[in-house]
């Protein structure tokens, strides 16, 4: 089975922080994603890479940036939180399959509170 | 740009009654997703349909697809409590890593 974690379930930070946010896959997919999930907004795509030392940005960038300097890790970072960062952050990762598409495994989520 | 909608966002029905919640989409794609989540929990896939006429069915749900319509849906059969959740659809989106494009979500509430 694949195994998406995420370093933390539960966050609570400061406003003005630099906040890491760590996602790991333990089945060698080349795609990884960074999402967040705000009542009413539905899931929005934040950043993405497809190789290690790539990344793209995806629909809500502004105010994060992301590391990904081995395949298996993909990081998020806040470089200075703010409270309108607060949200439930979902990692994603995939590889293009026969029978499963580009099906996306999802990590279990980190809830960040930033006060 | 690639739009999913879903329909209906909210739903709530008695156990052991049948629906049917769609998901449409905006350009053409022929590989369409659905996830379910529980609340405050992540995504778990459901599942993944690659072709037109594409049919799934596990326990009580069942979901197809209709490539020439853009057009999935999710049929619920004879509903129990523990099918609500939250349900997504997704498309997949033609670029660098094949990114997703998710619907809004159609909220489930199986009553007793």
């Known amino acids: 089975d694949v195994k998406v974690t995420q370093s933390s379930r539960y966050l609570v930070k400061r406003t003005g922080e630099k906040v890491f946010l760590e996602c790991v896959q333990d089945m060698d997919h080349e795609n990884m994603f960074w999402y967040r999930q705000d009542p009413g907004l539905g899931l929005r795509l934040i950043y993405f890479s497809y190789d290690v030392k790539m990344k793209e940005k995806g629909d809500i960038p502004e105010g994060y940036s992301v590391s990904r300097e081995k395949k298996e890790r993909f990081s998020l970072i806040l470089e200075s939180a703010s409270t309108n960062q607060t949200s439930m952050y979902l990692c994603?990762?995939?590889?293009?399959?026969?029978?499963?598409?580009?099906?996306?495994?999802f990590g279990p989520g980190t809830r960040l509170t930033v006060t | 740009e690639l739009k999913v909608e879903q329909n209906p966002l909210f739903l709530s029905m008695q156990e052991g009654k049948n629906y049917t919640i769609y998901c449409n989409y905006s350009t053409t794609s022929d590989r369409l997703y659905w996830y379910r989540q529980d609340p405050g929990k992540s995504l778990e896939s459901l599942f993944v349909l690659l072709s037109n006429g594409a049919v799934k069915q596990e326990g009580r749900l069942m979901a197809s697809l209709d490539t020439k319509a853009r057009l999935s849906t999710l049929h619920i059969t004879a509903a129990v409590h523990d099918l609500s959740a939250t349900y997504f659809c997704a498309v997949d989106m033609y670029g660098s890593a094949r990114q997703l494009t998710f619907g809004s979500g159609t909220q489930l509430t199986v009553l007793p």
């Open positions: 994603a990762s995939s590889l293009l399959g026969l029978t499963r598409g580009y099906e996306q495994y």
